[in-house]
Nanobody
Framework: VQLQAFGGGLVQAGGFLGLSCVVS????????MGWYRQVPGSQRELVAS???????TYADFVKGRFTISRDNAKNTVYLQMNALKHEDTAVYYC????????????????WGQGTQVTVSS
């Protein structure tokens, strides 16, 4: 299983960016998908997640500004980031909880390679 993230880049404060992450390989089912972020010297933190029933969770610091969505047919999760702030600058990682074998219920966690988002103030 591989996760590949796209998007990111440099944007001015108040601007917007979109991220996407595609899951590929052999697996049975994607349960949850999400985005995390990390700045140097800090722990990786949850930004947003979406379950297989489309239930979403947002960190307080992005509520009302970011939107997570998924396309199950494309095995892809998206993160639309609006009203970006300088403090949103970080490396963003996609994550997926996946059931690798049919008939099993245990999930495995996979990470994408990370993509840099830089918001200039």
């Amino acid at each position: 299983v591989q996760l590949q993230a796209f998007g990111g880049g440099l944007v001015q404060a108040g601007g917007f960016l979109g991220l996407s992450c595609v899951v590929s390989g052999r697996f049975a089912r994607i349960v949850a998908m999400g985005w995390y972020r990390q700045v140097p010297g800090s722990q990786r933190e949850l930004v947003a997640s979406i379950s297989d029933d489309n239930s979403v969770t947002y960190a307080d610091f992005v509520k009302g500004r970011f939107t997570i969505s998924r396309d199950n047919a494309k095995n892809t999760v998206y993160l639309q980031m609006n009203a970006l702030k300088h403090e949103d600058t970080a490396v963003y990682y996609c994550n997926s909880e996946i059931i690798t074998r049919w008939g099993r219920s245990n999930t495995y966690s996979y990470w994408g390679q990370g993509t840099q988002v830089t918001v200039s103030s």
